[in-house]
DNA sequence: CTCCTAATCAGGAATTATTCTTATTCGAGG
DNA sequence: CCTCGAATAAGAATAATTCCTGATTAGGAG
């Protein structure tokens, strides 16, 4: 099972730092953006690349919520979250879900590994006014 | 509130005709293909278009599974679905799963307008070998 | 410290799914 | 039949992401 090496480079490093100082859940060109002020010559490629390396190696998470643009989150505690349907902003849920129980194996010919709750909503900021972004 | 008319062409009927006539969950190009035999001028766009109003009529049902393609579901009873996360596919569920608690709309801001279960599983097929497509 | 090499990088092209544009056609009410 | 807005075919455009290439570099071996 040769597992591939990962260097520590001065790209993974930042891109991570930055994702871990976050409390929101950036998209790759946000995070993109942010990395760009420490590391101007850094490529949209390279920032897409690590986001997936250190997401397969459980240091931070994708988030593949329906819809267009993938987000990431630095908190790998377990949790959920909420959508809004206008703006796409994601906000974190910190509530427990039963576990997958074995009656639902039963009536599927899948074999189940995990669910995801996704909440879609309304943030209150798109509550206030009519969003004219 | 001025409901857009909608006319019945045959582009649409045939497209809405394969949908329902399929009880598995169709990608939008899988659905190009099938009408394409009977239309063999039809565009892609047309598929596209006519999927969308046909969701927005509640006729069929589009599934924001996460993930790359949509796919499409002409059962429109309540249900929910489990992904293969290797190959993809989806199966219907038929069973209860926990129900959305007023307690976590109090935890969040957000004004919760629905919400999404998604299992995630392995299809029978690909439990069995390792997935060599 | 220096060498070596696989891992990684920057830059940009390619891919994929979907939406949009435009000129033309058509469904269905009058 | 006529009319006209809705719908169509064809293909361009967009957006997010992945892939390709030749140059660079981290970090272990010596």
Redesign the pocket.
């Known amino acids: 099972m040769a597992e591939?090496?990962?260097?520590?480079?001065?790209?993974?490093q930042i891109i991570l730092e930055t994702v871990k100082g976050l409390k929101t859940h950036p998209?790759?060109?946000e995070i993109f953006g942010l990395v760009r002020k420490r590391?101007p010559?850094?490529?949209?490629?390279?920032v897409?690349?690590?986001l997936?390396?250190l997401t397969e190696q459980g240091i931070i998470r994708k988030l593949d919520t329906a819809g267009?643009?993938?987000r990431f989150d630095g908190d790998v505690s377990p949790h959920y979250h909420v959508k809004c349907v206008k703006c796409g902003k994601i906000d974190d849920l910190y509530f427990e879900l039963p576990q997958p129980s074995s009656e639902w194996s039963e009536k599927t010919s899948f074999q189940i590994l995990e669910y995801n709750v996704e909440l879609l909503g309304i943030c209150p900021q798109c509550q206030k006014g009519p969003s004219h972004h």
Do not use: E, P, V
Not at 4 to 12: D, Y
Not at 41 to 46: H, V, Y
């Open positions: 591939k090496q990962h260097r520590m480079t001065r790209q993974r998209t790759a060109d590391l010559r850094i490529s949209l490629g390279t897409y690349r690590n997936d390396i267009q643009q993938k």
